[in-house]
């Protein structure tokens, strides 16, 4: 007995100092003295974590640098791979052997090939059929131009490299090796695709809908001459790969007739059709994925071509396609993915590249790659009537290989068609032609031409850039439209959080109708009465800007359609009906843009629309970003601290300063509303029984349906227009206006003193949108008290009683202190009317707002983004909405 103890003994201490690893591991790990990075086939999960976490690392470390050059996220992960791959890090001694031991990579191969799996679904997710059905002719020719070409290419380099660097296995012969690189050539990477051309908005251009039709096409022809090249490898004979591809057609046709009518018909059957997939629908979704990947490995096909098909069967109605990316995308693209593409670079080892036979190879395989796909598209794009420049464009970018060319050529090294250095060598060309393709798009294609392009379709200016001559009717209205100051095109920023304030403040801008209900109802019932819509209403154009992120569900938002989405958007569609129920006319559409171009895509809007003011409203939660799941407000001073939100703000009036007028609303309870800043405390405050009790009783409407103005007008560009938007706000009958001449004598930093009538100016230095300085003077005196003079003596008797202008003396030093405490006692008299407004304008010299269009050296602040006026309103917490006006186009200037 004692000696079968001491047998156990012996053998439990063996397994623990490591023995012939047959052993069961120490239980406690490294408490006993055990080496995580020990690789154990019974327990592989602690060296793949390690592995697994060291990967994503790099990826991450390497993204954030090279998307700062607009460098997809696979070039992170394969530079990222290569580094710790036999060109770098497995140089070091021992990093191989305690980190990638070869017999652990079995176990990362799987991991890496199941993530890659789900992946090819997502990517034939992302291929909408509808968009190369609805624009074949150009698709077509295009794709096939830009397939022929570079297939016979790289056919052509083949039989070189074949002779050079022959495949490790003698089985293979030159027809399969050619077809393997005339394929690799050949495809495009559509998936990367979508994302240069969304990041560059260019989607909806000309070179946009042409190259993501013509990369459909490509897409499925390439994967199905990779497929045919791989059945051709793992099959012995002719005749069992001719069997191997006619199992994969028929595998095909059962997917699309028989599999996926009941399939559609239990998505709509369990509402995953219109509400995106429930649970059990996106089990049942990847198990058909998993099935259809297990039929094509085992007739010698790879079992990405099954994945990839059944993505391609997956509806796209109500945007479930887009739906089921969404559920399983994030954990494929952060953890599955980087773990293959990482996989390609550690079978990458640079060094194999180590003569100048090698380097011309490579640099041939280089310049096939770039001059078939450009030839080719080039030629086929200039065939259906692009210009020249679109041409080249859509050549560069059908050129783009991406990640789809490292999965072609990861397939291609594990069936035996290429050896390490022909793999490093198509490694290298994918690498180049990717980088390249956003830098050569940009010279090709810059924003300043493709505006060129747009107006000299419409037919606004001939090619030469000279203005198109308006017929006489048309300058009429021109002319007419710069003598009004009035607001007549108003450019919304839509948010979901803002829609409350902003319907109030489009209510009260409307024109009013002095007709009342029962008048408008005996017209409506008489037939021979037509309903007249104002002459002139008021057009208010919407804009909806939803986050463009990596995630491939964000840009198939943009690839199904901008148009389908401004449409069915329920926050534009809200915007639209109650526009059209007051009286004014309206359009509204959403864009999907990166946030760091929220600013340029307001801006740009404005200008398309010629708007002549654009209202920005402030963000409730103080983020760029919509988030409809928080359930409650932050507290009211972080609201204005997100430097995001701030350099948001900033940059857009800054950029739209050369377009029009522009106002930023701070809404605090207007139109009558209130929200709660902080998160109720748990409380008691009903009995265990009461359950009625605890109802939340329903809000009264609001019985004073007044709003009272408070404007303090001190001199310059801003005041000047916000003094005209606040007399246009008080033909509303329900609006009261205090206008206050804030004024102050004497000379303070630098100011001129001045006395009487003569005129006092000052000047504040700006930086232009070219980043030059330059002077803006305002004639404080002049011009300033001259449009007081006017305005009052010209006052219509309608808001004789409701307007009134009055003006106070302060001391310099406390001029703001002053303003802040007047705008104060002014608003928030009447608590429960629908709302106070105190209008501003942005920029005050004679406040020491002189220079707030630079951004300041330590980051972006309120002071900064608003002016410091509202800065103090804002921090004072005073009762009221602020409307911050800034001067732009026209008024900016006088």
């Not at 003193?753 to 300085?773: C, D, I, L, P, Y």
């Not at 001029?815 to 105190?838: C, F, M, R, Y």
């Amino acid at each position: 007995m004692s000696a079968s103890i001491m047998e156990l003994v012996s053998r439990a201490s063996a397994a623990a100092s490591g023995g012939d690893g047959t052993g069961a591991a120490p239980q406690t790990g490294i408490i006993e003295g055990a080496n995580p990075t020990h690789y154990t086939p019974s327990n592989p999960i602690t060296l793949f974590i390690i592995q697994a976490v060291i990967v994503i690392v790099f990826c991450q470390m390497l993204h954030y640098p090279l998307r700062l050059l607009n460098q997809p996220r696979v070039i992170a992960e394969v530079i990222g791979g290569i580094i710790l791959g036999p060109s770098v890090m497995m140089r070091i001694p021992n990093f191989q052997s305690n980190i990638f031991p070869k017999e652990s990579m079995p176990v990362f191969n799987n991991v890496a090939n199941l993530g890659l799996i789900v992946f090819l679904f997502i990517v034939a997710l992302e291929v909408d059929v509808r968009m190369f059905t609805s624009n074949w002719k150009a698709a077509v020719s295009v794709g096939l131009a830009g397939m022929i070409i570079p297939f016979g290419l790289g056919f052509a380099v083949a039989w070189g490299i074949y002779n050079q660097f022959p495949p490790d296995s003698k089985d293979i012969n030159f027809g399969v090796f050619g077809l393997f690189i005339g394929t690799a050539l050949a495809i495009t990477a559509f998936p990367v695709l979508c994302r240069i051309l969304t990041e560059l908005n260019l989607l909806r251009s000309n070179v946009g809908v042409t190259v993501l039709a013509a990369g459909i096409g490509n897409d499925v022809t390439g994967w199905v001459l990779l497929a045919l090249c791989v059945t051709l490898v793992n099959n012995d004979s002719g005749l069992a790969a001719l069997w191997a591809l006619l199992s994969c057609i028929g595998w095909t046709l059962l997917l699309i007739f028989v599999v996926r009518p009941p399939f559609i018909w239990i998505l709509r059957r369990t509402g995953s059709l219109q509400n995106g997939p429930t649970q059990g629908m996106v089990a049942l979704t990847l198990l058909m994925v998993l099935a259809s990947a297990f039929f094509t490995g085992i007739i010698g096909i790879h079992p990405i071509f099954g994945a990839f098909l059944v993505g391609l069967i997956c509806p796209h109605d109500g945007g479930f396609a887009i739906k089921m990316t969404e559920k399983i995308e994030d954990l494929i693209s952060v953890l599955f993915l980087p773990l293959y593409f990482a996989l390609s670079g550690l079978n990458t080892n640079l060094g194999a590249l180590n003569d100048g036979t090698t380097w011309g190879y490579v640099i041939a395989v280089i310049l096939c790659a770039f001059a078939g796909k450009i030839i080719g598209g080039t030629l086929a794009a200039r065939m259906n009537k692009l210009l020249w420049r679109e041409s080249f464009t859509i050549g560069c970018l059908m050129s783009c290989k991406g990640l789809v060319e490292l999965i072609v050529l990861n397939i291609g090294r594990d069936a035996g068609i290429l050896n390490e250095r022909t793999f490093t060598m198509f490694v290298v060309m994918a690498l180049v032609t990717t980088v390249a393709t956003t830098p050569l798009t940009k010279a090709l294609y810059p924003p300043w031409y493709q505006k060129k392009v747009e107006k000299w379709r419409k037919g606004e200016v001939e090619w030469d850039g000279s203005s198109v001559q308006d017929p006489p009717s048309s300058r009429g209205e021109s002319v007419h439209k710069l003598d009004t100051k009035q607001i007549r095109r108003l450019l919304v920023y839509l948010r979901l959080d803002s829609l409350p304030g902003l319907f109030t403040f489009l209510a009260l801008l409307g024109p009013q109708s002095n007709t009342s209900a029962e008048k408008v109802t005996e017209m409506a019932d008489d037939p021979a009465n037509d309903p007249v819509p104002p002459r002139k209403p008021l057009e208010v154009h919407g804009l909806r800007i939803i986050e463009l992120t990596d995630r491939a569900s964000s840009v198939m938002h943009v690839t199904e359609g901008e148009e389908f989405y401004s449409q069915r958007d329920p926050v534009v569609n809200a915007f639209r009906a109650f526009s059209q129920l007051h009286d004014l006319a309206v359009a509204g559409r959403v864009a999907v843009a990166p946030e760091d171009s929220y600013a340029e895509t307001l801006v740009n809007q404005a200008a398309e629309v010629s708007s002549d003011f654009a209202l920005i409203p402030w963000g409730e939660y103080g983020s760029i970003t919509e988030d409809q799941s928080v359930a409650f407000a932050v507290h009211a001073s972080e609201r204005f601290r997100g430097p995001v939100h701030l350099e948001f703000v900033h940059e857009t009036l800054r950029k739209v300063r050369s377009t029009c007028n522009a106002g930023i609303f701070i809404d605090n309870g207007f139109g009558g509303t209130t929200k709660p800043s902080n998160r109720n405390e748990l409380s008691r405050i009903t009995s265990a029984g009461s359950v009625r009790s605890q109802r939340e009783t329903a809000a009264l409407p609001v019985s004073n349906k007044n709003h009272h103005i408070f404007f303090p007008f001190i001199g310059g560009a801003d005041d000047r227009v916000a003094l005209r938007i606040v007399l246009q706000l008080a033909k509303n009958p329900h609006v009261t206006v205090s206008i206050v001449h804030i004024n102050w004598p004497g000379s303070r930093d630098g100011h001129i003193e001045v006395a009487g009538e003569s005129s006092r100016q000052t000047s504040e230095s700006v930086n232009t949108e070219h980043g030059e300085k330059r002077e803006l003077k305002q004639d404080i005196t002049a011009q300033d008290l001259g449009l007081l003079s006017v305005l009052q003596s010209s006052l219509p008797d309608e808001l004789t009683g409701r307007v009134a202008f009055s003006e106070i003396n302060v001391a310099p030093g406390a001029a703001l202190a002053e303003t802040v405490a007047l705008a104060k006692k002014s608003v928030g008299q009447t608590p429960k009317n629908a709302g106070d407004v105190i209008v501003l304008g942005r920029r005050h010299a004679r406040l020491g707002d002189g220079v707030i269009e630079g951004l300041p050296s330590s980051g972006p602040d309120l002071k900064s983004a608003v002016g410091g006026i509202a800065e103090q309103l804002v921090i004072s917490t005073v009762n009221a909405s602020i409307l911050i006006i800034q001067a732009g186009g026209r008024a900016a200037e006088t």
